[in-house]
């Protein structure tokens, strides 16, 4: 679980990262990430109904992201607001296909430390 101060809360924080935010979107997962002029980062997860209309299966998509942006926390730059948007092809993807996804986007908007990045492979 994320700590509060990495959760993104409230309509506002979502609207600026989807008003002012770059994005990067591949077939299962979009994120949209923004500067925060923060010490830390935080993260929002949407999972809409349009991804099944089971919640089971949705909080299921929601703790697998939300295990993975935990794993790759400790190797990011902070100050960043972001949003990962998932889309219906993720229902019945692997844990691992996830992760792989996410990474790539993390590593195309150059949200890694330069120096870690290696490292996040072997996690």
């Known amino acids: 679980m994320f700590k509060r101060i990495n959760r993104l809360t409230k309509n506002k924080e979502f609207d600026n990262v989807f008003a002012n935010g770059r994005?990067?979107?591949?077939?299962?997962?979009?994120?949209?990430?923004?500067?925060?002029?923060?010490?830390?980062?935080?993260?929002?997860?949407?999972?809409?109904?349009?991804?099944?209309?089971k919640a089971v299966q949705r909080n299921k998509i929601t703790r697998q992201v939300r295990e993975i942006i935990c794993s790759k926390l400790p190797f990011m730059k902070t100050g960043y607001d972001c949003v990962i948007i998932t889309l219906p092809p993720i229902l019945?993807?692997?844990?691992?296909?996830?992760?792989?996804?996410?990474?790539?986007?993390?590593?195309?908007?150059?949200?890694?430390?330069?120096q870690d990045t290696n490292q996040c492979q072997n996690v």
């Open 92 to 114: 019945g993807k692997k844990y691992q296909i996830i992760d792989k996804s996410i990474e790539d986007h993390f590593r195309w908007l150059k949200l890694y430390k330069q």
């Open 23 to 53: 994005s990067n979107y591949d077939k299962i997962i979009g994120v949209k990430l923004v500067f925060n002029k923060l010490d830390k980062n935080r993260f929002g997860i949407l999972v809409g109904m349009k991804i099944s209309k």
